[in-house]
């Protein structure tokens, strides 16, 4: 009784967390927005690396001697995929609207979801989940196929970066203690910052002095907070836990674009939201019920 009481308090911690790095990722889009038509979303998002891969190494200064071959890897495939999914989003959102590229993005993590559940009410949130995401962003008949694959791609990285948070730290040898999930993080954001470099440099011709401000505070959002709270969220659950609730995202973005865009909610995007919070926390309840026999054994 009390390891499926803890099990749960983790989950739910564990969706705090992930709201709070949902909110981040949101504010940060609406304060880089206004930065998209001088220096480009790519720019943006490369300039957004930098500053908070300086201000990670700086206030974390990670540990860089004694790691393994295999931890390497790992750190280096996270940062990969944190910057392409980063990269590929901002692509996608040239060719099809917001919501056709966050409805596609998603089936990554949701598909992520499905793998290996037998059971099949556990089956069947992820896929109400998946609805109501479809419902917040329903896509239009001016669709370019260009946008839906780079929308594809980023759903495949933003499912390996789920499953990469939660691998970082056990590649680490049996007898050594696990690394600490801030500088993994730092590494892995130095390395997006790296493959993202090119955009940033760039768009620096144009960077104004009163871009500096919006973009550390993007930067510090965005990345340092948003990924920081997403590895704290996996290690609290489980990638697949997280892939869920990751579908909470589309409904705060909705609800933050009509607070601070103006953005007007219809019916079916109501509906939507609905059926993604039910998602949500059914799949909270039953991913802590499945883990009890295991955990009780």
């Known amino acids: 009784m009390r390891t499926s009481r803890t099990t749960l308090r ?37 300039l957004r690396f930098a ?15 004694g790691r393994t071959r295999a931890e390497w890897l790992a750190l280096l495939a996270y940062g990969t995929s944190i910057a392409a999914m980063n990269v590929c ?7 099809v609207p917001l919501g056709v590229a966050i409805t596609v993005e998603f089936l990554g993590p949701f598909l992520l979801a499905a793998l290996g559940v037998r059971r099949l009410r556990l089956v069947v949130f992820p896929l109400l989940g998946l609805g109501g995401v479809a419902l917040i962003a329903r896509p239009t008949p001016e669709v370019n196929p260009i946008g839906l694959i780079a929308a594809g791609v980023a ?30 993080l730092t590494i892995a954001v130095v390395v997006a910052a790296v493959l993202t470099a090119p955009f940033g440099v760039a768009a620096l011709p144009a960077v104004e002095t009163g871009d500096l401000a919006p973009l550390g505070v993007a930067a510090v959002l965005g990345v340092l907070i948003a990924f920081g709270c997403d590895m704290l969220a996996v290690r609290l659950t489980s990638a697949r836990t997280v892939a869920v609730l990751f579908s909470f995202d589309p409904a705060l973005a909705a609800i933050i674009g009509m607070l601070l865009l103006g953005q007007l909610l219809d019916p079916l995007t109501i509906a939507g939201i609905v059926l993604v919070c039910v998602a949500g926390a059914a799949t909270i309840h039953l991913a802590s019920a499945a883990q009890r026999p295991a955990a009780d054994g």
Do not use: C, K, W
């Not at 967390?17 to 940060?28: D, E, F, H, M």
């Not at 500053?51 to 001697?65: G, K, S």
């Not at 989003?89 to 060719?95: C, S």
């Not at 759903?155 to 993994?184: C, F, K, M, Q």
């Open 10 to 46: 983790r989950a739910l911690l564990g969706f705090g967390v992930l709201l709070i790095a949902s909110t981040s990722v949101q504010v940060s889009a609406v304060i880089s927005h206004g930065m998209f038509d001088r220096l480009g979303p790519l720019g943006v998002s490369g």
């Open 155 to 184: 759903g495949v990285s933003l499912a390996s970066y789920t499953l990469l948070a939660e691998r970082i730290g056990r590649t680490a040898p049996a007898d050594r203690p696990r690394s600490n999930p801030l500088h993994d």
């Open 51 to 65: 500053i908070a891969a300086v201000l990670a190494a700086v206030l974390i200064r990670p540990r860089l001697t």
């Open 89 to 95: 989003f901002h692509v996608a959102l040239e060719f």
